[in-house]
């Protein structure tokens, strides 16, 4: 199968029927199933996108493992602000880039709670350890021309 380029509108719940968000997508590139793993975020959506045309609709079902992976603890560290560059302004909601908690990859966090002389950094995506399910309507599709770009996106 051939790379596709769509855009859709999508509404976001969990499993639970709860809406999470809702969107506007522009030139998504989706690859192959043999492909879809590797590096791509959201696999498991960017699989269930595979052959939709123009008009079409689709709920996709994707288990926490095939979006956002799987909550993991360890990604959730305590860190004196002195440790960080800025760290004694930092409040609820701020990121943090290039942190590198032990053993991880160096990644984004949040700052989710602060006290006078430490923050508690975030790494897990805020809908890590959640099934999804992606309501789409395809506005548009064409096969890829020329490598393009993939789009970050987020119903």
Known sequence: MRVQVVSFHCV????LGQIISSSF????VTTPASTA?????LPGFIEGLQGLREGERKQISVSADRAYGFYDPALLVRVPRSALSGGKKMKVGDEVKG???????????RVVSADQSFVFLEGNHPLA????VFDVEVTSFREETDPETKMNFLC
């Not at 350890?129 to 999804?132: I, S």
């Open 12 to 15: 976001l719940k969990n499993s």
């Open 25 to 28: 997508n522009h030139d998504v």
């Open 37 to 41: 793993d590797e590096g791509q975020a």
């Open 99 to 109: 942190f590198r908690a032990k053993g991880d990859s160096m990644r984004v966090y």
């Open 129 to 132: 350890g959640q099934d999804l």
